[in-house]
């Protein structure tokens, strides 16, 4: 059903025993509050396939950085502003795959690092933009939970 709805995700994969485990590992791991994982193994084997199905699944949105000879600094940090944003104010699950290969800078890591240890990297987002989205948030909440 992925292939048909998702334009140029034509995934062709063959289902064992061990990748449906993993795929209930990562589909589980995903839907956790917070949730984040480290999948290790030889290129090939499927990982990228399998999280970019297990985010189907859930109804997220799959998020993998281009880096090109001019991605910089400055473009991951939009990507993950975006990321941040879309979460914030659309309420949706994003899965982000970030890959050995999608390392150009140090700095990428210890963003990425920021990420995953405390949610947040500071600077990221401006006063006036974490203002203007909790404004935002606050009506939803209030017409969704009026007694709170």
């Given at each position: 059903?992925?292939?048909?709805?998702?334009?140029?995700?034509?995934?062709?994969?063959?289902?064992?025993?061990?990748?449906?485990?993993?795929?209930?590992?990562?589909?589980?791991?995903?839907?956790?509050?917070?949730?984040?994982?480290?999948?290790?193994?030889?290129?090939?084997?499927?990982?990228?396939?399998?999280?970019?199905?297990?985010?189907?699944?859930?109804?997220?949105?799959?998020?993998?950085?281009?880096?090109?000879?001019?991605?910089?600094?400055?473009?991951?940090?939009?990507?993950?502003?975006?990321?941040?944003?879309?979460?914030?104010?659309?309420?949706?699950?994003?899965?982000?795959v970030f890959t050995d290969n999608d390392i150009k800078d140090d700095q990428f890591l210890e963003y990425l690092n920021n990420v995953l240890s405390s949610g947040e990297v500071s600077g990221l987002i401006?006063?006036?933009?974490?203002?203007?989205?909790?404004?935002?948030?606050?009506?939803?909440?209030?017409?969704?939970?009026?007694?709170?």
């Amino acid at each position: 059903k992925m292939n048909e709805e998702i334009r140029g995700s034509n995934m062709d994969l063959v289902f064992f025993k061990d990748a449906m485990i993993h795929l209930l590992r990562i589909s589980r791991v995903i839907n956790m509050p917070k949730g984040h994982l480290l999948l290790v193994g030889v290129g090939g084997s499927g990982k990228q396939s399998l999280t970019k199905l297990a985010a189907y699944i859930a109804g997220y949105k799959y998020f993998q950085i281009s880096v090109s000879r001019t991605y910089t600094l400055n473009n991951f940090l939009d990507d993950l502003r975006n990321i941040y944003r879309r979460a914030a104010r659309l309420g949706q699950g994003i899965v982000f795959v970030f890959t050995d290969n999608d390392i150009k800078d140090d700095q990428f890591l210890e963003y990425l690092n920021n990420v995953l240890s405390s949610g947040e990297v500071s600077g990221l987002i401006t006063r006036e933009e974490m203002d203007e989205t909790l404004s935002e948030l606050s009506v939803k909440m209030k017409k969704e939970y009026p007694k709170r």
